[in-house]
């Protein structure tokens, strides 16, 4: 079974940036669709980005539209999240999973297995 471990979160400015990273181990994601979702303070886990094996099709939530961007090196078996500009508000725990069921590519219901996450803490 795939196991995903997910690394580069940290302490971060408003407005400062990271790079996230999910190691696949154990078996490849071949094929797999690969989504980032996070999971804020008290909140449900939501939806971030996710990615295509071909990489030919991207999605992000509104709110990480043009800040955040979603890549992987299939070869590394690796998914990446660049986080840009930001903001108090993306304080979470980050995790990747890949898609197991088909159905919404943003519902945190038809992914995993999941990682053990990555804290992500953007001060003010």
């Known amino acids: 079974q795939v196991q995903l471990v997910e690394s580069g979160g940290g302490l971060v400015q408003a407005g400062g940036s990271l790079r996230l990273s999910c190691a696949a181990s154990?078996?490849?994601?071949?094929?797999?669709?690969m989504g980032w979702f996070r999971q804020p303070p008290g909140k449900e886990r939501e939806f971030v980005a996710s990615?295509?094996?071909?990489?030919?099709?991207?999605y992000y939530a509104d709110s990480v539209k043009g800040r955040f961007t979603i890549s992987r090196d299939n070869a590394k078996n690796t998914v990446y999240l660049q986080m840009n500009s930001l903001k108090p508000e993306d304080t979470a725990v980050y995790y990747c999973?890949?898609?197991?069921?088909?159905?919404?590519?943003?519902?945190?219901?038809?992914?995993?297995?999941w990682g053990q996450g990555t804290q992500v803490t953007v001060s003010s």
């Open positions: 999973a890949a898609q197991r069921y088909s159905g919404s590519v943003n519902d945190p219901g038809n992914f995993g297995p």
């Open positions: 154990g078996r490849t994601f071949s094929g797999y669709r």
């Open positions: 990615i295509s094996w071909s990489v030919a099709t991207t």
